[in-house]
């Protein structure tokens, strides 16, 4: 499953972007997958993940009731919609799709990585 992310860029704190996520050469509508990002100097960090019929969603507590999950299965797309953008959400931010249809937090989790797209937030 090769994936591929867009809909990073600089936007100013309080802004607003939404992240996709294309399997473009198999479906990954049996999978859940999870968002991820990597600031500089830091450790990769979970972000949401969704379960492969997009019933179950999770979040981390820092971008809790900002950030949306959604996926559409026919289409073969997930998106993460983020809202009320700070600072310390720069970073650049991966799609994974996991070995199950229901992820976690824990990027051992996820089999399949794309490489990323940069979102720089500034204040």
């Known amino acids: 499953v090769q994936l591929v992310e867009s809909g990073g860029g600089v936007v100013q704190a309080g802004g607003s972007l939404r992240l996709s996520c294309a399997s473009p050469?198999?479906?990954?509508?049996?999978?859940?997958v999870g968002w991820f990002r990597q600031a500089p100097g830091k450790e990769r960090e979970f972000v949401a993940t969704i379960s492969w019929r997009g019933g179950n969603t999770r979040y981390a507590e820092s971008v809790s009731g900002r950030f949306t999950i959604s996926r559409d299965n026919v289409r073969n797309m997930v998106y993460l919609q983020m809202t009320n953008l700070k600072a310390e959400d720069t970073a650049v931010y991966y799609c994974a799709a996991a070995r199950s249809s229901f992820g976690s937090s824990s990027p051992s989790d996820y089999a399949y990585w794309g490489q990323g797209t940069q979102v720089t937030v500034s204040s």
């Open positions: 050469r198999r479906t990954f509508s049996n999978n859940a």
